[in-house]
């Protein structure tokens, strides 16, 4: 996950420091050549279904005959039970998102989004205090290497799985397709808060609302975008969430204020 080079820090001394290990992982889908993923490579089958269910080039995990990857020639081979429907046609509009690592998705990003129905749910103050601490006491490549992005989904306050990747697109796809090699019935999204360290943009919210998850936490912000698909659907979204602060954008009805919890708040004096 991780390599170590040398470094020389403010006061012109040499350190040995530990960056991410990016790997190229190209993707190819019954012998066609899809995309090329920047990964550090730590789960790359489950990046691989994740990104193919979040680009909705597949519909369930049941299409999806193997998935190899080949780190001596850095690729990843699909094979699917009967073909890809018209993919030449779905995937020749490629959109460059503004995910660090080169996110990409095919497609109109708003296509379908009408449709999508999202569960009830609810998160409480207290839990969401629960959730950043979890974050922050969680060993990480962030924490030894930085430069990394990371993902999380949560029950509650329980920690499901936590992903780390060169951008947050990666970490995102990879716990989709951790999601779709669980029991169906036991990972439904009314009941999980997604987490990431990164921005809330479109592309990040769509992704989420595709998973069935309708609370998303942050440590950054939130784009117009992002917020204006929140709202549409009706999706909560969190950000800034560091220590006892956060802003909730949008889904308040979903998220019960604890004002209590959070401190005395310091006021500006002049």
């Known amino acids: 996950m991780t390599r170590e080079v040398s470094a020389i820090n ?21 012998k066609r050549e899809l995309v090329t993923l920047m990964t550090l490579g730590a789960q790359p089958e489950l990046l691989v279904l994740g990104f193919l269910r979040n680009q ?5 995990v049941q299409e999806v005959d193997s998935i ?21 046609a779905r995937t020749s509009k ?21 449709k999508l129905v999202l569960p009830q749910a609810s998160l409480t103050q207290s839990q969401l205090y629960g959730i950043v601490n979890a974050i922050r ?7 030894s290497a930085g430069s990394v992005h990371g993902c999380a989904l949560f029950r509650g306050e329980e920690l499901l799985v936590f992903v780390e990747d060169v951008g947050r697109h990666n970490a995102i796809d990879t716990i989709a397709g951790w999601m779709w090699m669980q029991d169906a019935h036991t990972m439904s999204g009314e ?7 990164g921005r809330l943009t ?4 769509i992704k989420s609302a595709q998973m069935g998850v309708p609370i998303v936490v942050s ?31 949008s889904g308040a009805h979903r998220f019960c204020f604890q004002p209590e919890l959070a401190g005395e708040r310091l006021h500006a004096t002049t």
């Open 94 to 114: 490629r959109v460059v998102t503004t995910g660090c690592g080169q996110g990409s998705v095919f497609g109109d990003l708003m296509a379908d989004v009408d």
């Open 68 to 88: 190899t990857v080949d780190w001596e020639v850095g690729a990843a081979a699909v094979k699917t039970r009967a073909g890809i429907s018209d993919i030449e």
């Open 137 to 143: 006491l969680k060993e990480s490549t962030y924490k």
């Open 202 to 205: 479109s592309e990040m919210v």
């Open 219 to 249: 440590r950054s912000g939130i784009t117009q975008m992002g917020h204006e698909v929140a709202q549409r659907l009706g999706l909560c979204t969190i950000g800034r969430a560091t220590n006892k602060r956060f802003l909730c954008y």
């Open 56 to 60: 909705r080039l597949v519909q369930s």
């Open 191 to 197: 009941d999980k808060v997604f987490y990431t360290t």
């Open 10 to 30: 403010e006061f012109g001394q040499t350190d040995a420091i530990s960056i991410p290990a990016e790997r190229a992982l190209t993707v190819y889908v019954d």
